[in-house]
């Protein structure tokens, strides 16, 4: 497209994307080259394909491990979790469309339970509510608005509900609102979905997602679980899911 362009410093605010090396995109569409301050406006010509708009606003599902969350006295670790979410922040702000799926209520309850009676139930109950607290505090210091979603796996067995929930995760998405995601255990029993990387797995899969993302204590995939086998190993690269990777999963 063919563009008039005012210098970087007066465009940028309302650029969509802005590209290290100077490509951006502006609210109309067009696309430019950023200029020094001073210059007078020029026109440019550019032509991208369909795999470089791909490229430019991915939708990114990140998930967020409670071993991330916590410090070593296994409490939310604020300062971490602000920065963190300065971090999303800065990606989001590229036009990027974010989904986040956390973990953490659990032991966010349980730091706070005076009682160590309740039930995992209960205390997520508990953390939950402080838990997405602090997310929308973070992010509204971002000026970013968030929504909170509980899901169990009865919400992907019938397909009405499956349609809302992805209509609903979409709409979220393109009115520049993060839904925050988390599994409902306090309505769970053994249909759980076990941990969160699951369930990341399954939203990737129903926003047609472009990036999975994992922020977990472990530097990738093992050959089994390095907390209890020395010997494991990690692996670098999956080519193909063969047998052997299905068995370690
Ligand atoms: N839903 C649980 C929580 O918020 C965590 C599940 C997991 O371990 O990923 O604490």
Redesign the pocket.
């Known amino acids: 497209k063919l563009g008039h362009f005012l210098p970087h410093q007066r465009l940028r605010p309302r650029a969509l994307y802005t590209s290290p090396n100077g490509l951006f995109i502006c609210k109309k569409g067009k696309i430019g080259i950023r200029q020094a301050r001073g210059q007078r406006p020029r026109q440019c010509f550019l032509i991208l394909c369909a795999g470089c708009v791909i490229s430019l606003l991915m939708k990114i599902i990140l998930k967020i491990?409670?071993n991330v969350l916590v410090n070593n006295k296994n409490c939310l670790d604020l300062v971490l979790m602000q920065n963190l979410v300065q971090e999303i922040s800065r990606v989001y702000n590229q036009n990027h469309q974010i989904i986040i799926i956390?973990?953490?209520?659990?032991?966010t309850g349980r730091e706070m339970a005076q009682s160590n009676q309740l039930f995992r139930s209960a205390l997520?109950a508990l953390?939950?509510a402080k838990l997405i607290k602090y997310y929308h505090d973070f992010f509204s210091q971002q000026g970013i608005q968030i929504a909170q979603i509980l899901l169990s796996a009865n919400s992907f067995k019938n397909r009405p509900r499956f349609n809302l929930l992805k209509e609903t995760l979409l709409q979220l998405a393109s009115n520049r609102i993060i839904p925050i995601i988390?599994?409902n255990?306090t309505t769970v029993l053994k249909d759980t979905f076990g941990?969160?990387?699951f369930l990341a797995a399954i939203i990737a899969v129903l926003v047609d997602a472009q990036k999975l993302v994992f922020l977990t204590d472990l530097d990738g995939l093992y050959s089994s679980d390095p907390k209890i086998d020395k010997n494991a190993r990690i692996i670098q690269e999956v080519k193909s899911v063969d047998l052997e990777i299905q068995r370690m999963c």
């Not at 956390?102 to 032991?107: D, E, H, R, W, Y």
């Open positions: 491990g409670t956390t973990s953490g209520a659990v032991a997520a953390g939950q988390n599994e255990d941990d969160n990387d």
